[in-house]
Nanobody
């Protein structure tokens, strides 16, 4: 059974940083691409960042230069470092996994975590 579990969310203030973690089990993590998305009620799901099994990265325009995705295959864990957070970043952040190559489309991922809430106050 494949499981993805996010952690590291919470409440911060404008300009703060936060690092999210996504721990994966039930698959050979090193063979999978991972991605982070976020979704706010009433809005479409937004692509943030993705990292392929070969360590190629792709970032959404909204977070380019401020967020960084990484992975530690020895821990079966992916990370999203978020810097200079703004109130509009308040959302539920979810990680996702798919075989090998990245995708910017949420329906390209077959495995998802439950999400973790991030709240940024001014």
């Amino acid at each position: 059974q494949v499981q993805l579990e996010e952690s590291g969310g919470g409440s911060v203030h404008t300009g703060d940083s936060l690092r999210l973690s996504c721990t994966v089990s039930g698959l050979t993590f090193s063979n999978y691409a991972v991605a982070w998305f976020r979704q706010t009620p009433g809005k479409v799901r937004e692509f943030l960042a993705a990292l392929s099994a070969k360590n190629s990265t792709h970032y959404g325009d909204l977070v380019k230069g401020r967020f960084a995705i990484s992975r530690d295959n020895t821990k079966n864990t992916a990370y999203l470092q978020m810097n200079t957070l703004k109130p509009e970043a308040t959302s539920v952040y979810s990680c996702a996994a798919r075989w090998c190559r990245i995708s910017v489309w949420h329906n390209g991922y077959e495995h998802w975590g439950q999400g973790t809430q991030v709240t940024v106050s001014s």
